[in-house]
């Protein structure tokens, strides 16, 4: 088990810039995640830890050493692909048994850790099979033991669980949480997947076009996130935005459009007060809207247009246009609304979010 | 009780509907491949078979003599040279195709600049129709003119001309290289495709897992590709154990019956000395051969398949 550090890491394709500038440093036994949209440079980060992609500038440690040079056997860690990259002409219990042949273990050994390893992942029954003969979850598993036999410093998982049906991964990832748990070796996870990021990460590095936009836990993401496309990429369904600009009413800061005329709670008007005059996204997420009732500030409500009610059960969607803007309301299932009814929204103020219109940085 | 009172009848619209069923159908379907391989597959065979059992010759309408001809061509020195030089010229070409195909498969695999151009270009000697690019190797062995004899004068390997095709020694060689040369493209190209279908993470996953190059090949390519390179190898063999215009065009078989093949004896045998009933005789001794040869690869192949 080690930490691993990522400094200025860069990668260019002949003429594309990948991966820009990313520096991490990742604990001792912590699970990391990287996340963002398709081809933000998750991958091609992850391989260049694995060792499989050069380096372009930066250095990469593994505990104490650099290995900005070392070939992939020689880091001591282990990977888990997308599709698996299980040996179809071996058994599973080759497949297992592959890496620790390849250096050099005693065959009891190998013996042992095969079965341990098919203990902790419930594929003692399979051993004999070949990989086409196992279902998509089963491979997984496969694939997983072969990670954890050779008890690396590191795994790497490269999004393992998106060619699994929901259910399953549902199922896969608590189980992928109780692993880490017990085994507690560092582990760093790419996922295009923000809700495999917040269950997973002990922290969640979110990325967009190579660079990083921000590091946290989840936690820290979802309450403040760094910018704009953190805020609307963190959280499902995602937070909604209105382009808004701030005037100012005695002592009071108001943030205003067509439809919102928004009272400024002190604290984040005080930290507001070199913007005013200047145009802003103000973001609220769904879960921080509700009906407005007698005990709402007159400041926190403005009212809104049904479109759309999304049933989901445990809570309903409500779909909304304020003013030119569209929302989405998170209600409890128990609010009675029609299509078409115009309704009055209250915000909870503490949970506002402010963008810079231009930056999009978090004011 | 209808369609039968109809088909009697025989109009356009009853032969529709007798297209209509299955058995009928399958039948015109078939046809045109039946009529193709009865004609140039099984009466060549069956007449074959017919020629070899009676003693035929040119001009001579021959008997049934039973197995009288196979015996005479059993007896025959130069049969078994032939057939000798066969499995021997079979073996070695083989051998050697399949290990530079493999090689240049592999290179080929790698990403290099105009790797298109260069997989095309590979496959020219397989592209050349067989007897012209024979031609050219023939002029190149020549004793006289011979590139080859003025490269390794001037390089001050040799100081006398060789015979290459002159030689009993040599000849064999020179027909070997030249298969060989002609067939590697064959070998390169197939394998390559069979290498483009093992997917990439196999081998990363490999070199994670500790494996170095020639471990990586020897637990995962080459398994992997097992299947492909069977099929390589089992229609090259067929292929080389019946040639002919190579030989045919080098040396007609000799010097001194030194490079005879089983189809270029069978043709000398056969329509060049017109003793007909030999000459398929000998045609025929190849197929027990041939055809133990498909069968062990078959059954091979399958098994490597359903491991
Ligand atoms: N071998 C390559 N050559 C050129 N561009 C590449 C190569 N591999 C990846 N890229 C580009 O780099 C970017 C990041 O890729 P990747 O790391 O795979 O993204 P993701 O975050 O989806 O895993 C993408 O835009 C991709 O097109
Ligand atoms: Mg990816």
Redesign the interface.
Known sequence: MARVLLRDLNKHYETFHAVKDVSLEIQDREFVVLVGPSGCGKTTTLRMI???EAITSGEILIGDTVVNEL???DRD???V?Q?Y?????MSVRDNMA??LK??KFEREEIARRVKIAADILGIESLLHR?PRQLSGGQRQRVALG?AIV?NPQVFLFDEPLSNLDAKLRVQMRVELKKLHERLGTTAVYVTHDQVEAMTLGDRVVVMKDGWVQQVGDPLELYNAPANKFVAGFIGSPGMNFAAVSFQREGDTLLAVNHGLRITVPAPIAARLNGHAGRDATLGIRPEDLHLAGPDDDEGHCFEALVEVIERLGSEILLDVKVGPASMVASVPPTVRTRMRDTIRLALDPERLHFFDAETEVAL | MATTTEAATGTPRTRTRLLEDERWLAFFLLMPTIVLLALFIAYPFMKGILLSVTNTRVGVPGEFVGLAIFEKVWNDGIFREAAWNTIYYTAVTTVFKLALGLWLALLLNRHFRGKAFIRAFILLPFIIPTVLSTFAWKWMFDPTFSVLNWLLREIGVIDQRINWLGDPDLAMGCIIAVNVWRGVPFFAITLLAGLQTISPELHEAAAIDGANARQRFLYVTWPLLLPVTMVVVLFSVIQTFADFQLVYVLTEGGPANATHLFATYAYQIGVRTGLLSEGAAISLAMFPVLFLVVIFQLLYIRRVETR
């Open positions: 694995a060792g499989l070939p992939p056997m860690i282990a990977m692909f599709n990259a299980l040996y179809p002409h592959f890496g390849m250096r070949k072969r050779r």
